[in-house]
């Protein structure tokens, strides 16, 4: 079992910045691949950036060159950096772990994301 917790969403104005954080806590050392996902209102969920351990991220188009994904292991936690965002960015920030031995597929509670002058 892995149990995330995300952080770090809120209001902030078109052009600025805010970091979401995700700590894993439960069984983290099972956990091979983390990633954030978004939704907004009205549209299915969908990828932001992932990665799989040992491999490079992966960035949804729309974010690319604004977002970095990254994660400090002794902490168990990963972070969605998000730079120059825009009102299209607004949704509710989901974070996501995928485990092996056992295998699993995990979701944080999720954080509010809203881009508005």
């Known amino acids: 079992q892995v149990q995330l917790v995300e952080s770090g969403g809120g209001l902030v104005q078109p052009g600025g910045s805010l970091r979401l954080s995700c700590a894993a806590s439960?069984?983290?050392?099972?956990?091979?691949?983390m990633g954030w996902y978004r939704q907004a209102p009205g549209k299915q969920r969908g990828l932001v950036a992932r990665?799989?351990?040992?491999?490079?991220?992966t960035y949804a188009d729309s974010v690319k060159g604004r977002f970095t994904i990254s994660r400090d292991n002794a902490k168990n936690t990963v972070y969605l950096q998000m730079n120059s965002l825009k009102p299209e960015d607004t949704a509710v920030y989901y974070c996501?772990?995928?485990?092996?031995?056992?295998?699993?597929?995990?979701w944080g509670q999720g954080t509010q994301v809203t881009v508005s002058s």
């Open positions: 996501n772990a995928g485990t092996k031995l056992p295998a699993g597929d995990y």
């Open positions: 439960g069984s983290p050392f099972s956990i091979y691949a």
């Open positions: 990665f799989i351990i040992g491999s490079r991220p």
